[in-house]
């Protein structure tokens, strides 16, 4: 399937809310087209390169459908988008319109079936709603009640101040055990340090 894409220095995760304004033609077109057809697009991590002008010249190779939930104008003109994080995908091929909005031919990353949480999750846990706390975590409105692991990973990878490589590499995992267990070596890792 043909995505176009959105890279940017946030990484997205499925189930996770992302404020937008956008300005450039090529987005505010690119939304348009999503709007009407009823689809979402594609959000990368960048690489190499920059949000504002020519595409960039790395991305990811693994990304998170955005669907557009609501849209607005915004008091300094700019259109304000808010979007969810849907299915994960795979980049295969990209190619830059001449308008530099970047296309891929993406597949669709298999989900796991869902995991319940268990007792060796509980600190996690605690952590989220520690950050669900936090005005501007408040303001995107995500879901509170966390039903699973893969919604608990999504969200701490999310929310936690991991560098975009770091976030990266948990999208790219597909147990989400294991993206909880890389979620607690790097929080020990922080906590490690800061110590010092």
Known sequence: MNLPLFPLDTVLFPGCMLDLQLFEPR???MVSACLKAGHGFGVVGILEGTE??????????????????????????????????ARRFAVQATEVRRDQ???AAVDWRDEPPPRALDEAHEDLLVLLQALGQHPMVKALGMPGEIRGQAELANQLAYLLPFDGQQKIELLDLDEPGERLA????WLERLQGEGAN
């Open 101 to 103: 909005l970047l296309v």
């Open 182 to 185: 890389l979620i607690q070596q």
């Open 27 to 29: 987005y505010l077109d």
């Open 52 to 85: 504002v002008g020519p595409a960039p010249t790395a991305h990811a190779m693994v990304g998170c459908e955005a669907l557009i939930r609501d849209w607005q104008q915004r008091p300094n003109g700019l259109l304000g988008i808010r979007v969810e994080g």
